[in-house]
């Protein structure tokens, strides 16, 4: 039997796009058809990460507290926290703990948030630039905050462009887009495109998965 040998299908923008307007029963025929779609997509990736369906974009960062200072900015790409730990150089040898995430009334509810010790909890403040806030403030400029942070996955700005994602996530991606473009265009398929997209989104949600007994998500209370 032959077979391609090839594993490098890579739909860009435009050809999503394109495969959405045919589940709509329409065809791309104008720039604003691409400019108006490119929209819904970058509209639904924000509700992909609402929904916690972005765990690829899952990156490690440090950053090395400064003693007494509480408050780190992040980048305004990061969405979430997923877990902190703090690392301390013990006899050449670097030892993790692993700090406790606690809400924003936890914090606002900590009576002396200058007491200075080794930082054992930690709260993410959703600004639009967002802060990660720890306490008890450090009691050095040496130890490490370790962190793994959900990013933003990248806007679709050009129809050549590729999309953030992997392959497994592809029928998810089209479903959703022709249920996005249907509410606008296709008003008397948005019942059936949106079952479709909903069992993708289920589909692509549990290959999200972490595969262990421990699974890291995105933390909603009180937020």
Known sequence: MATSSSTDFEPNVAEFVEEAFERCGLELRTGYDLKTAKRSI??????????????????????????????YTLNSNVIDILDCSIRRNTNSSDLDLQMSRISRSEYLNIPTKSTKSRPSQFFFNKLITPVLKIWPAPENSTDVLVFNKLVRMDDADKGTNTMDMPFRFYPCFAAGLAYYISIKKAPERVVMLKQMYEEEFERALSQDEDRSSFRIAPYRTGL
């Open 42 to 71: 970058n509209l639904m990736l924000a509700e992909w990460a609402n929904r916690g369906l972005n765990q690829w974009t899952v990156d490690q960062a440090t950053q090395t507290v400064t003693e007494g200072q509480t408050d």
